[in-house]
Nanobody, 129 residues
Framework: QVQLVESGGGLMQPGGSLRLSCAAS????????IGWFRQAPGKEREGVSC????????YYRDSVKGRFTISRDNAKNTVYLQMNSLKPEDTGVYYC??????????????????????WGQGTQVTVSS
């Protein structure tokens, strides 16, 4: 059974850090692309970062570049999102999602969430003083 489980969210003051984890089961993480998305109250879900399979390209949305870092630990079948210098506008429910790698889909995508096949349940991140 394919499953993605996010953890690591919480309440943090502006300027603080959180590390989100996305633990995968039922498939080998290195063979899929993983995306991190977030949804703030009253807003559409947006891509935050993604990492391609097999050490392929990774991407960040402009607003998190230099503050967030996505990484993969294949031994633990887990993808992380290290979030530093958090801002109130980073608040939202963060989801990880998996997209099968193929010749048709050689890299992860961040602009659209529709290609992603599997989703976690989400973890809440609140940045507030």
């Amino acid at each position: 059974q394919v499953q993605l489980v996010e953890s690591g969210g919480g309440l943090m003051q502006p300027g603080g850090s959180l590390r989100l984890s996305c633990a995968a089961s039922g498939f080998i993480l290195d063979y899929v692309h993983i995306g991190w998305f977030r949804q703030a109250p009253g807003k559409e879900r947006e891509g935050v970062s993604c990492i391609s399979s097999r050490d392929g390209p990774l991407y960040y949305r402009d607003s998190v570049k230099g503050r967030f870092t996505i990484s993969r630990d294949n031994a633990k079948n887990t993808v992380y999102l290290q979030m530093n210098s958090l801002k109130p506008e980073d608040t939202g429910v963060y989801y990880c999602a998996a997209l099968s790698a193929s010749t048709v889909q050689p890299m992860c995508v961040m602009d659209f969430d529709s290609p992603y096949e599997y989703w976690g349940q989400g973890t809440q991140v609140t940045v507030s003083s």
